[in-house]
């Protein structure tokens, strides 16, 4: 077959074509520029410009994750490339599927110290899946086709392709797109589990008088939502997510616990500590759920399903391990666990449940920023999409937003990037464009990210920011508080009047001083046709409860001594 | 409990393998006591044979799964519970007096696989290869005359497994296999 001449970064557009890309984030620059020249003549992928790297790689990655699809981000050499890092870090943590595309210098250049060079492949081994460095534009279809395979395979993350300047202007003859990914000898994920590790863990769970499920992210990648809740009725196990497999399970079902870990419920953290077997199915035991390792869950055997095989004995010790993706492993499971009633855990459970309630509480006159979630959740029926930054409003977030749509909950978990909520709303915006999607940041990191407001505003994505503004690192602050005497060193944050920076980005700004105009705000930024920025004056002195200090057990959590003064019954979950 | 682990693993021969591999090693924690790279039987393959020292029991499963992530890795294998041989060379650079010379040369016949390999007047270089504790032993009868250089090639191993892999085929690390105790 013989085919077109074309330049090296036409091939890469042509292979995104063939992926079916339709939206890329980047920045141009020089050594990427001649990608930029020939993207202009593919009208089908619709490039954003992104005004920082970082945000092209968050974009990407929102998408990503509100999608399921593959997420594309482009920059250039050198410091483009290297701005794309921590979001390239975000994704390989929370396993979000990204191919990113980066400029190099020149073949002869490389090597040479020449302007805007970094050894890009050498810089993004530890935040990627894998990468390449590509020396000749004849390879580019085979390496983008590797690419998004080992990117939304198995355990997905980033790939990045780094494309040095002559190798996007070589011409060379294209053949096509590949359809298949030929020799990759390297990368066979395990997507069957094996039957003997399936009758292992079977066994285990029947045997279990009070088990637990922990749901991870790995059921949502894997579409496995269904087969978990088939698990959980027919055995009759309580389901708690991980902060990032919220959505995978209903958060209104009555096997349905809640959040676990160093923020989690009381309720769910105790439900743990007296579990005889917790099945973990797609997460990776980070340590912010497991805390002490020797108290974690210390009267229960562990069943762990995981496509990623180093999860496995990673933080916990697995009595049944199971490799394998998540709705594989679980449509084997099935047939051979018994249906059972396990009445006596289950009303167990709903003891623990009112016993510890999560609760609002609120401040006289300032919102709580619990309360303006606990707001934002109620007036949007549980249905929008929450993107989030890190810190005490993620928790509380986390804790309050609860759903039963997948995808719809997304955090920077594993690394805790703090700015990602400003450009990972667009990007889950974009992909989502008939959603509802609110940015629940914090003050402090939205000013991380906040020149991604113009781009925002270009592609009028009608994100709906709500800023819990307390004016200071919150987290930090209660780090401090609790654990440093009350010590408070650098975590002001005062940034601007942000109704007015609303205003200079052509947005519509709202501010919020008064707990009785919470719900009209919300309102007003859900009825308006575009992007919105609520400044939420919330109160400084709430912490974010229970909270099981770091390398704790659930021995030392401390519940908020509010609530703890409250007769039971009186507050509501 | 810690202990030494020796890894076989079968890698693409492409630039900036041995760094992937390498750059898991250290931000993975595990302390690399020698590798060695080569080509393989097939040529689009090198084979590492690396040397783990001070591997946590419950770290085990852990160096062969995350070796086994590494995208240009195709074969990994924990082969020190396996059958196998494994060598070293090493070459020792040693004071030699002309007194000294044939009592050094007396030792070096205790040992197989031992030889002189270049005589100066004040010096002279041996080469041994043999299994590691082989190499330690004579090292250390090497040590009163004074070792003024030493180079070691770190060990070589391979697995007497008689199966022989088909054209295409690679070998998975075991699944359930090195089962540490509860961390």
Known sequence: MSGRMLAGGEFVCESLQAEGVDLVFGVPGGAILPLYDHILKYPSIHHVLTRHEQGAAHAADGYARATGKVGVCIATSGPGAINLAVGLGTSFMDSTPIVAITGQVTRPAIGKDAFQETDVTGVTIPVTKHNYLVLSAEDIPRVMKEAFHIARSARPGPVLVDLPRDVLQEIAEFTGYPETVDDLPGFRPITHPDPVQVEAAAEMINAAKKPVILAGRGVLVAQAEKELQELAEKAQIPVIPTLLGIGSFPGNHYLYVSLMGMHGSAFANLVVDECDLLVNVGSRFDDRIIGRVADFAPNAKIVHLNIDRSAIHQNVFADAPVIGDAKNSLNALLPQVEKQARTEWLSRVDDLRREHPLVVRDFAGKPSTQYVIKRIHELTNGQAFIVTGVGQHQMWAAQHYVTDRPNSFITSGGLGTMGYEVPAAMGAQMGMPNEQVWSICGDAGFQMTLQELATIRDENAPVKFAIMNNFHHGMVRQWQTLFYDKRYSQINTTGPDFVKLAEAYGMLGIRVEDIKDVDSAIKRAQDHNGPVIIDFLVEIDELVYPMIPAGQSVNEMVEDPWTQQQPLGTVAR | ?183
């Open chain 2, 1 to 183: 409990m810690t202990m030494r682990r020796v890894i076989s693993a079968l890698v693409h021969d492409r630039p900036g393998v041995l760094n992937r591999v390498a750059s898991m090693f250290r931000r993975r924690g595990f302390n690399i006591a020698s590798l060695a790279v080569g080509h393989s039987e097939r040529p689009e393959f090198s084979r590492m044979t690396i040397v783990v020292d001070n591997v946590p029991e419950s770290a085990l499963w852990q160096v062969t799964s995350q070796l086994w992530n590494v995208v240009d890795v195709v074969e990994v294998m924990d082969i020190t519970d396996e059958d196998y041989v494994a060598r070293e060379t090493a070459l020792i650079k040693v004071r030699a007096t002309q007194e000294s010379r044939g009592h050094i040369v007396e030792i070096l016949d205790l040992f197989r696989g031992a030889e002189v390999v270049s005589v100066s007047p004040s010096t002279v270089i041996l080469e041994i290869t043999g299994p590691t504790e082989q190499v330690e032993s004579l090292l250390a009868l090497l040590e009163p005359f004074g070792i003024i250089e030493l180079m070691r090639t770190g060990l070589v191993a391979l697995t007497k497994d008689e199966q022989v892999p088909q054209d295409g085929e690679f070998r998975a690390p075991a699944l359930v296999g090195a089962r540490p105790n509860r961390v």
